[in-house]
């Protein structure tokens, strides 16, 4: 069975508090012989170097057996990311 994560953000390596529940979940997932994907709507500021933009609008890292996260790096999320997380942080109820 394949099962498909969705996360905002790209999950490894881990280092935020959810960044580490999601893998635990994911890797759990990946041993009990589930074939897990997690799809990342967004990279890493260190994805986004002038060279990566123009290069493949993806990121593939097969993690461990059973278990790869994809993340979309096209540059219209990479311009967006900084102003989506400015307004999310203003959101009423937001914790940030």
């Not at 990946?30 to 997690?38: F, K, P, S």
């Amino acid at each position: 069975m394949n099962i498909v994560l969705l996360s905002g953000f790209r999950i490894f390596p881990t280092s935020t508090g959810g960044h580490i529940r999601t893998a635990s979940i994911a890797r759990a997932l990946a041993r009990m012989g589930y074939r897990v994907l997690i799809y990342s709507l967004a990279g890493r500021q260190d994805d986004y170097s002038i060279g990566s933009v123009f290069g493949r609008g993806f990121r593939i890292d097969a993690l461990e057996t059973n278990l790869s996260e994809e993340s979309n790096l096209g540059w219209v999320t990479g311009c967006c990311k900084p102003a989506l997380g400015a307004l999310v942080s203003r959101a009423p109820g937001s914790t940030h």
